[in-house]
Nanobody
Framework: QLQIVESGGGLVQPGGSLRLSCVAS????????IGWFRQAPGKGREGISC????????RYADSVEGRFTISRDNAKNTVALQMTSLKSEDTAVYYC??????????????????WGQGTQVTVSS
């Protein structure tokens, strides 16, 4: 059974940091790109970051560039998203997903086929 589980969400004050983790079972993460998405209430799912199967190439949405860092540890079959300088507009459910391809062809939902259940991130004072 192919499964992805995210963890690390929570409540944080503006300017704070959080580290999200994504663990896979039933497949190895290094066989494909891995992406992070988020969905705020009443909004569509936004692709925010992607890392290639080798980990050599990463991409970010403009909204998180310079604040978020994606990384992978293929030995542990995990991908992490380090989030810093968090803002209230970062509040959303965050999802990790397996890409259909080895490289990050575009951080859009159609390019990803296995999704986690999501983890809530709330940025509020």
């Amino acid at each position: 059974q192919l499964q992805i589980v995210e963890s690390g969400g929570g409540l944080v004050q503006p300017g704070g940091s959080l580290r999200l983790s994504c663990v896979a079972s039933g497949f190895t993460l290094d066989s494909s790109a891995i992406g992070w998405f988020r969905q705020a209430p009443g909004k569509g799912r936004e692709g925010i970051s992607c890392i290639s199967g080798s980990g050599e190439i990463s991409r970010y949405a403009d909204s998180v560039e310079g604040r978020f860092t994606i990384s992978r540890d293929n030995a542990k079959n995990t991908v992490a998203l380090q989030m810093t300088s968090l803002k209230s507009e970062d509040t959303a459910v965050y999802y990790c997903a397996r890409g259909r391809y080895y490289h990050c062809s575009g951080i859009v939902p159609a390019n990803f086929d296995v999704w986690g259940q999501g983890t809530q991130v709330t940025v509020s004072s």
